[in-house]
């Protein structure tokens, strides 16, 4: 898992990586860092992030997800069978990790603000409609309705 992360770090050069620091997680940051500083990709910027233990999980997952799901900003591709196996039996199925998951990353993404947020997902939204082969009535009809649930 180690040498993934220093991977993926290698591809995408992201400016930072957060790693959970509950139960000594933290730790597991240093051997990212160490294993990077071996490979010599520079340095590897690691930001614990610590899960709050008092909150209920499902409770803090729901609170998260509900509003990317809600407004249609979830687009999972058919071949994240377990996420999508854990969405669809959440909060009754047997495991909840890769949800969990998917919920601290929505968490990190820094929030938009303002019209040209909203006109960003109206661009994304449309995208993705094109790329999944719909024809254009129903991409400008759902567009349409998503700009009415924004300004609402």
């Known amino acids: 898992f180690r040498d993934k992360i220093v991977d ?16 000594m997680q933290e730790l597991f940051g240093d051997l990212v860092k160490d294993k990077a500083k071996e490979d010599c990709i520079g340095p590897v910027r690691i930001r614990p ?13 729901r609170t998260i997800l509900e509003p990317v799901i809600s407004t249609y900003r979830l687009f999972i591709p058919a ?13 009754t199925g047997q495991f909840k990790d890769i949800v969990d998951c998917l919920a601290s990353a929505i968490k990190m993404v820094p929030k938009r603000t ?9 661009r994304q939204l449309a995208a993705y409609l094109r790329g999944r082969g ?6 400008e009809e759902r567009v349409e309705e998503y700009r009415r649930e924004l300004a609402a």
Not at 49 to 61: L, Q, Y
């Open 8 to 23: 993926v770090y290698k591809e995408y050069q992201p400016r930072q990586c957060d790693i959970e620091a509950n139960a």
């Open 49 to 61: 992030i610590s899960v709050p233990t008092n909150v209920d999980k499902d409770a803090r997952i």
């Open 79 to 91: 071949s994240m069978v377990e996420l999508l196996s854990e969405l669809t039996g959440f909060p």
């Open 114 to 122: 303002g019209k040209g947020a909203a006109e960003h997902e109206v």
């Open 134 to 139: 719909h024809p254009a009535y129903y991409i």
